[in-house]
């Protein structure tokens, strides 16, 4: 965040502090209701600090279309019907929005004359400044066969959004949402970052997938962030299964792996593999081991093109074989070959 966002920002939260209650300020009571209309910009201030319930207001066929992530779609024509059912807590802060203003408004007024405290109209979808939903899509999945099922709703949008052909885009994943069989929540990621070509993954699952990278029984989650380039690289954000905290949780070891090597399961010796590309001719490849918490390397191959040592007219292949040794990577074997 940038100097000249944080006073924005700032400056934002001093002029709502009087409106979107917090432990010290007055809440507005029944008899407080009105109608307030702020910004996209503060809107958003408000979603990332306060805990709030957004209202799309619009039709089912345009929220199908984008929306903004974590809004629950209320048709303004339904406001007067379906407003008690949707929002139980009169006093909770209720952020609305439609397409271009005139329908929010129309909801925001209608809530507010039934009771609703805190309610305030933010325009329209197409002043938005933040990421618009795209598509989603859920996985039923039990990641273990002690535990229950899980549901995995993964949501994204699309970069560009004015796309013609799914194969032109590329998909910016924006949350992965984890409820247990109640519906309760068990985890959430957020602030991801992706470019995902969509002719290079699958178009249901969209570089989304489940694996047991550390051979514990438990199936773990990967993403894939963006395409590598001559390296082969494949950059991935893992989280693996944490039996202790309940929790999927990052691992670095293997996103930095990822950033240089495309990375393989070796189910049978229970192993990771690296592979990476030099060059036309060159390459690598590394053997890890999950041991104390850790990804460690226990083996490497690397080849790369180079002048031959008797002759430096020549370029040859040259090849060292590593293994990890008494806690040390060490080289049992290196030779030359010709082209």
């Not at 910009?41 to 619009?58: F, G, K, P, S, T």
């Not at 970052?193 to 002719?199: D, E, F, M, S, V």
């Amino acid at each position: 965040m940038t100097n000249i966002t944080k006073l924005i920002y700032i400056i934002l939260m001093i002029a709502l502090a009087g409106t979107v209650g917090c432990t010290d300020c007055d809440v507005p009571t029944v008899n407080q209701a009105e109608y307030r209309r702020i910004s996209p910009i503060e809107a958003q201030a408000m979603m990332e600090n306060y805990d709030v319930l957004i209202l799309d207001v619009r039709t089912q066929e345009e929220f199908e279309g984008g929306f903004i992530s974590n809004a629950v779609l209320l048709p303004y024509s339904e406001i007067r019907e379906l407003a008690e059912s949707v929002i139980v807590d009169r006093d909770r802060i209720v952020l609305v929005y439609c397409r271009a203003g005139r329908r929010s408004e129309i909801a925001a007024r209608a809530l507010v004359e039934m009771g609703f405290t805190r309610v305030y109209d933010f325009g329209g979808i197409e002043e938005w400044v933040g990421d618009v939903v795209r598509f989603e899509f859920s996985v039923n999945q039990r990641i273990h066969s002690d535990m229950p099922e899980f549901t995995f709703r993964v949501r994204g949008t699309n970069v560009p959004e004015d796309f013609e052909t799914f194969d032109s885009v590329n998909s910016k994943m924006v949350s992965i949402t984890i409820t247990d069989e109640n519906g309760d929540l068990v985890q959430e990621m957020t602030d991801l970052h992706t470019a995902i070509p969509a002719n290079r993954v699958d178009r249901e699952m969209r570089g989304f997938a489940f694996d047991d990278w550390n051979f514990d029984g438990y199936m773990d989650i990967s993403l894939w962030q963006f395409p590598g380039g001559s390296m082969r690289n494949n950059p991935t954000y893992y989280w693996l299964w944490d039996s202790s905290v309940e929790q999927f949780v990052r691992n670095a070891d293997l996103e930095e792996f990822s950033d240089f090597s495309s990375l393989n399961i070796i189910s049978e010796s229970r192993r990771i593999e690296g592979w990476t590309r030099f060059g036309a001719a060159g390459g690598a490849s590394r053997v890890y081991e999950y041991r104390d918490g850790r990804f460690i390397m226990v083996e490497s191959w690397e080849r790369n093109l180079v002048q031959s040592p008797y002759d430096e007219d020549e370029w040859v292949l040259h090849t060292v074989i590593s293994e990890l040794v008494n806690g040390e990577v060490v080289i049992v074997q290196e030779y030359f070959e010709e082209l």
